[in-house]
Structure formats: structure tokens, C-alpha cells
């Protein structure tokens, strides 16, 4: 995969503001290992106030403990883990009042790679309120490069999920 540009972004986010706007729908997001660049990316593009609701930056687990995640499932699955951004979209889409979630938790690198858990292991999960449980799709993602190129995968795969949402 290519290294997605800071123009390749700018284009990804305003295509999901202009679906949200077209939809009526809003977006938020919890983010560890992306600090806050999905949030940063939809709010460039203009008229994201009437659409974009909130962005948690949760990079440490206390403040993923605060968000709303189970410190038991940090415990036992770690915070690169399904549970543990499925747990942060849930709680996004609580707190936040969005329609839309999107959470990312990984390792960008260059160090805190485990056996099982490379450098470039990234899970993004994205959560559709409904009338019951929110509605949450997860996936786990292996990104090749340095932590920028990591982090910029991760921006690009979050958009390019809420467009498929």
C-alpha cells in the first residue's frame, strides 16, 4: 500500500464530510497510536462543525480507562486488541451522541512490538449507533514503514472505513 499524502488524506476526510453531510450523519472518534489525526484530517476540511462531533485522543490506558474501556480487558488482551477498540468506539458513540464511530489502537513504532504483535499492528474498529447495541465492525490491520507511514495507513484505512459504513 501507498503512503498516503497529506493531500491523499485532505481528499479521503472531505469525501467523508460530504457523505456525512449528504447522509445527516455525524462522526466521531477515539484514537490511541493516530493522537488525534483522524480528528485533525475531518476537521480540515470546512463545514466539519456540522457534522463531525467529537474526537477522544486516548493514547495512554488510563485515559482509554476513562473513556470507558474495561481495565480488565486492557488487562488480559492489551491495548492493541479487538475488545479494547471495540470497548473505545462503543464509548465514543455513547458519549459523543454520533451516528458514526471510528477507534484505532496500535503500535507505530519505531519500539513496543511484542511476539504476536509486530510493529505496524494496527486494530481499527468502527461502530454504528442503532435502536440496541451499536452495530461495530473491527479489523486488524499489519502496516509495513516507519511511524509516520503507520500512522498515516491508519488515518487513511479509518476514513476509507467510514465511507464503506
Not at 485532505?10 to 460530504?18: D, K, Q
Not at 485522543?57 to 479494547?84: C, D, F, H, M, W
Not at 468502527?126 to 451499536?134: D, E, L, Y
Amino acid at each position: 500500500m501507498a503512503i498516503p499524502s497529506d493531500a491523499a488524506l485532505y481528499r479521503l476526510a472531505a469525501r467523508v464530510g460530504r457523505h456525512a453531510l449528504a447522509h445527516g450523519i455525524t462522526l466521531a472518534t477515539a484514537e490511541s497510536c493516530t493522537g488525534g489525526w483522524i480528528g485533525k484530517a475531518l476537521t480540515d476540511v470546512p463545514g466539519s462543525s456540522g457534522w463531525f462531533a467529537a474526537g477522544f485522543i486516548t493514547y495512554s490506558n488510563p485515559a482509554k480507562r476513562r473513556l470507558g474501556v474495561p481495565a480488565s480487558v486492557l488487562a488480559t488482551q492489551g491495548a492493541v486488541s479487538e475488545p479494547v477498540v471495540r470497548a473505545m468506539a462503543r464509548a465514543a458513540l455513547a458519549r459523543s451522541g454520533a451516528d458514526r464511530a471510528v477507534a484505532v489502537s496500535g503500535i507505530a513504532g519505531p519500539t513496543g512490538g511484542v511476539p504476536g504483535k509486530p510493529v505496524g499492528t494496527v486494530w481499527i474498529c468502527w461502530g454504528v449507533r442503532s435502536r440496541g447495541r451499536p452495530r461495530l465492525v473491527a479489523r486488524e490491520y499489519r502496516f509495513a514503514g516507519d511511524r509516520d507511514a503507520v500512522r498515516r495507513q491508519s488515518v487513511a484505512a479509518a476514513l476509507r472505513g467510514l465511507l464503506d459504513r
